[in-house]
């Protein structure tokens, strides 16, 4: 039997990377298992030419696509959005797009202000400090002083405005709307390790030049060095608890996929809004029949995505397509609720500044507007090298269908149960997202875009996965309490997104991670009672 | 095997053909079809986990076709591709895709369109930093930030 750690964290991605990092100051033995292994960005799609190929194989986000060992499979037949994640050390900050907005201090009380779902039971105000200390270790860029965000400070100016930022600019100036440059995660300066954006353009599947923050870069080597265990390609199958109903530890399968069991004093689950309420879910017991930290019944439901509303034309000027990271400016225009629109809370923008030509070529085929035969090169080339993009993040409110359950018969290539998800798109999205569609409408036009597609919502485009053992003071309403630890098991605590009440209209990677650093806080606070 | 070896001699017959009609040759750009056997090398080479859906859109193609897609007259050999793209689903998306996406990463092709013959790393690209003043409009309306309580 192996001897028991002070502190075992599940999943090495943006939550389980801050909290390691966090708790590692208190010199207890802190072991985080990963079901991935490090990366290698000598591997990483931009150094190759047939980097845009490799999106629709083994670098694509789907993990049922991808099917990599580390992977798990997700049955999502029941969503018209598709679970999309990355499982390696750095999680899916690995492939993501490193957009960085915060939730605004309104999301955090959308029952007081709009009446409905429900108050978070902190607000922003308690996270501030982690916000900043966060935008420190992941490395921001930006611009301070946008009037429609929270304002923050980054530590890297922001990522030129580009031909796409420019005309977009133009554009939304001619309509009197709000835009900023976005805070992002790309590094613009040397920073902490990392070599400065050089404009690879293909950022989401990770950035070969390590501009783009992912924890395995930021938050892990520091960890590390301060004393935390990180084992990776170890796959957790199930929280094990012992006869007073605490975490004792976990079963897992290491890298040669033999079970072993780690005992723990302190077990913390970080594992995104749908592997944690899979692990839960998983962890039944005769104390637990219906799955670790249920006794509310709320363990795997109000999943929340942020359908996306995307939108894009072409101009006759060029853009900035693939030489640049995709997305440079936000809006937050339409972020607050407006009765008047039809709908209740908002959604934020993020401009996309255009693509690479396998990707145009493929996805145009697709749309209708770029033909076989032999006007296929004079289309291509109106099209090549002049799209310009809009997405709306709509706010997803909780509603307990949407749910992530097991599956009766998926499994992992481990034979542990494979998550299932239930979703559908409420009313109050639906038109929430065609009132951005028609605003960018709106702008594509004013900006002189011809050719205009839609996608809403993107199938593929289920990142922000969140609500799934959301935080509350009533046990009967949640699964964590105010400060990260189960209501049903006193050594058992929760940091990833599937903690939070509501979505906001943001990116949340931001939020999700000073979370995990509040959590952290709160727990080095209360250890010498941090299971009364 | 290879992947040259998992099509047959008609399933790679077909691939060409459609190939040629999804991107055909061009003088006035100075390009080749899609039918070039560099390219076609590259598709075949390359098929790695596509292959399944690809043999299946080929397969399917077979069967609209009756014969060889090259030797039916122009007017039934676009009814039938038309057919394919129609009903093919994800293997005749997944066959049109390995065939752009080999084509646009030909060096050929890459010149013709202006584009360097090279992987975005370890150079990168130069994006101009542009004109901030346009952001002055945006600064001095202003907005405020809505309370909570």
Not at chain 1, 342 to 347: A, E, L, N
Not at chain 1, 442 to 462: F, H, K, R, V, Y
Not at chain 1, 493 to 509: A, L, Q, R
Request: proline share 7%; glycine share 8%.
């Amino acid at each position: 039997m192996k001897d028991p750690v002070d502190v075992l964290i599940i999943g090495a991605g943006a939550s389980g990377a801050a909290v390691a990092w966090s708790l590692a100051e208190t010199k207890m033995h802190i072991l985080c298992l990963e079901q991935g292994g490090w990366m290698n960005p000598a591997e990483y799609p931009s150094t190759g030419r047939d980097w845009e190929a490799k999106f629709y194989g083994e670098w694509s986000s789907s993990p049922n696509v991808r099917g990599r060992p580390e992977d798990y499979p997700i049955n999502d037949d029941n969503s018209p959005i598709k679970v999309v994640n990355y499982n390696a050390v750095g999680g899916s900050t690995v492939m993501y797009t490193a957009h960085w907005p915060r939730l605004h201090p309104s999301d955090f009380k959308v029952k007081t202000l709009d009446g409905v779902a429900d108050d978070w039971p902190i607000d922003y105000d308690a996270l501030t400090p982690f916000f900043e200390e966060n935008d420190r270790m992941m490395g921001t860029s930006g611009l301070s002083g946008d009037p429609l965000s929270p304002l923050t400070h980054p530590p890297m100016p922001q990522q030129p405005l580009g031909l796409s930022g420019a005309i977009i600019g133009k554009a939304m100036n001619k309509l009197g709307w709000h835009w900023w440059p976005s805070d992002t995660t790309v590094a613009t300066m040397d920073y902490d390790g990392r070599a400065r954006c050089i404009n690879l353009g293909h950022c989401t599947p990770a950035c070969a030049q390590g501009a783009k923050s992912s924890t395995d870069i930021t938050y892990w080597p520091h960890a590390v060095r301060a004393g935390v265990e990180l084992r990776t390609h170890c796959r957790v199958r199930e929280i094990t608890t012992d006869e007073n109903g605490m975490a004792a530890g976990v079963v897992y399968y290491d890298k040669d996929g033999v079970e072993q069991f780690q005992p723990a004093h302190v077990v913390i689950i970080a594992c995104n809004g749908v592997g944690t309420p899979r692990l839960l879910l998983n962890s039944k017991s005769d104390r637990f029949p219906d799955g670790l930290a249920n006794s509310s019944g709320l363990v795997g439901r109000n999943l929340m995505f942020h359908p996306y509303a995307q939108i894009y034309g072409y101009v006759k000027e060029p853009t900035d397509s693939n030489r640049a990271p995709p997305t440079c400016l936000w809006s937050k225009q339409w972020y607050d609720t407006d009765l008047s629109r039809g709908f209740v809370r908002g959604y934020g923008v993020q401009f996309v500044r255009g693509a690479g030509p396998v990707f145009e070529a493929v996805v145009s085929e697709q749309k209708g507007i770029l033909p076989w035969g032999a006007d296929h090169h004079r289309v291509f080339r109106k099209l090549n090298g002049h799209r310009l993009g809009f997405s709306a993040i709509c706010e997803d409110l909780p509603e307990e269908h949407n749910q992530v359950t097991l599956d009766p018969v998926l499994k992992d290539s481990h034979g542990i149960p494979a998550p299932k998800i239930n979703y559908t798109i409420s009313e109050n999205s639906r038109k929430m997202m065609d009132h951005a569609l028609a605003r960018g409408r709106e702008i594509l036009e004013t900006a002189g875009a011809t050719d205009i597609c839609i996608n809403s919502p993107i199938p593929w485009g289920g990142w922000h996965l969140l609500g799934t053992a959301r935080m509350g003071t009533d046990p009967k309403r949640s699964v964590v309490n105010e400060w990260g630890r189960t209501h049903d098991v006193k050594n058992l605590f929760i940091v990833d997104g599937s903690i939070f009440v509501t979505s906001g209209g943001v990116n949340p990677t931001s939020t999700i991670q000073a979370l995990a650093l509040y959590i952290a806080d709160q727990m080095k606070q209360r250890l010498a009672n941090l299971f009364d | 095997m290879s992947a040259d070896n998992q099509l047959t001699r008609a399933q790679r017959d077909d691939l060409r053909t459609i190939a040629a009609m999804i991107v055909p040759a061009s003088d006035e750009h100075k390009v080749p079809g899609a039918d070039d056997p560099a390219i076609q090398a590259d598709i075949l080479a390359t098929l790695g986990r596509d292959a399944k859906l690809v043999t299946a859109a080929l397969d399917h193609l077979a069967r609209l076709a009756g014969q060889p897609l090259a030797e039916l007259d122009a007017a039934r050999r676009d009814a039938v591709a038309q057919e394919l793209r129609k009903q093919g689903g994800a293997a005749a998306a997944t066959l049109v895709r390995v065939v752009l996406q080999c084509y646009y990463r030909d060096d050929r092709v890459l010149r013709s369109l202006g584009l360097e013959l090279r992987a975005p790393f370890p150079n990168g690209y130069v994006l101009p930093d542009g004109d901030w003043s346009l952001l002055d409009p945006v600064k001095a309306r202003s907005g405020t930030l809505r309370r909570a309580p």
